[in-house]
């Protein structure tokens, strides 16, 4: 069975750029998450689907990050523009289960270095 | 947010030594499971807890589910040189449907 896949696994833009990130989460698992971890600081929930619909966005920082995951498979995390604070690096999980019942399968995570 | 505080930040211990290292919240929380990640790499699940007081063990690894819920351990015994990487507590807090994580705990072990 394929693992959580992430792209690209580096990026590097300037301030005022966008990036897109893509996860492809386990085949069959519907709940996909993102999370941020800025270096040193804890990982950071960012925002939860349910297929293709967003069950919990409340971690988003603001409205310069957009989510989407048409069809329920892969998701796409689109920073417009970017800022430097936005550097770190952006994990996608994907689980079967909801909440604690089941396990929570990390990609390796994209790193988001802003310039 | 909610905020897991995970100790200690960091650690550099010989090999053969036990490690311990804790997370605490002023939050109950449901399960709790502790993640590993190497350099490069996602954190991979190492033990999860479901119950208070649950003590659960894989290989070296033990882990504790605190009995009041706010808290967890994760003890390393005999460690080794690939046990080197970054230890993260995870919390699923009471009602929610989401992980909160620590900071993680950055183990170095020298040979």
């Known amino acids: 069975e394929a693992g959580v896949t992430q792209f690209p696994s580096h990026s590097v833009i300037e301030k005022g750029q966008t990036v897109t990130l893509r996860c492809d989460p386990i085949?069959?698992?519907?709940?996909l998450y993102w999370y941020r971890r800025v270096m040193g600081k804890e990982i950071k929930f960012l925002l939860h689907f349910v297929k293709e619909s967003k069950q919990d966005e409340s971690g988003m920082p603001n409205n310069r990050f957009l989510a989407e995951r048409t069809g329920g498979t892969y998701s796409t995390l689109k920073v417009q523009p970017a800022e430097l604070e936005d550097s770190g690096v952006y994990f996608c999980?994907?689980?079967?289960?909801?909440?604690?019942?089941?396990?929570?399968?990390f990609g390796e995570g994209s790193r988001l270095t802003v310039l | 947010g909610q905020q897991l505080n995970q100790s200690p930040q960091s650690m550099f211990i010989q090999e053969g030594e036990d490690v311990s290292m804790n997370c605490t919240s002023s939050s109950i929380f449901n399960t709790w499971l502790w993640y590993k990640q190497d350099p490069g790499e996602g954190p991979v699940l190492l033990i999860a807890?479901?119950?208070?007081?649950e003590l659960t063990s894989n290989g070296r690894l033990t882990a504790q589910f605190g009995i009041t819920r706010k808290d967890s351990f994760l003890n390393i015994s005999a460690s080794i040189p690939s046990d080197v990487g970054i230890y993260f507590c995870?919390?699923?807090?009471?009602?929610?449907?989401?992980?909160?994580f620590g900071s993680g705990t950055k183990l170095n072990v020298k040979p």
């Open positions: 085949s069959g698992h519907d709940n």
């Open positions: 807890l479901y119950k208070a007081g």
């Open positions: 999980a994907s689980s079967r289960d909801r909440g604690g019942t089941g396990e929570l399968f």
């Open positions: 995870a919390g699923l807090l009471y009602n929610f449907n989401k992980f909160y």
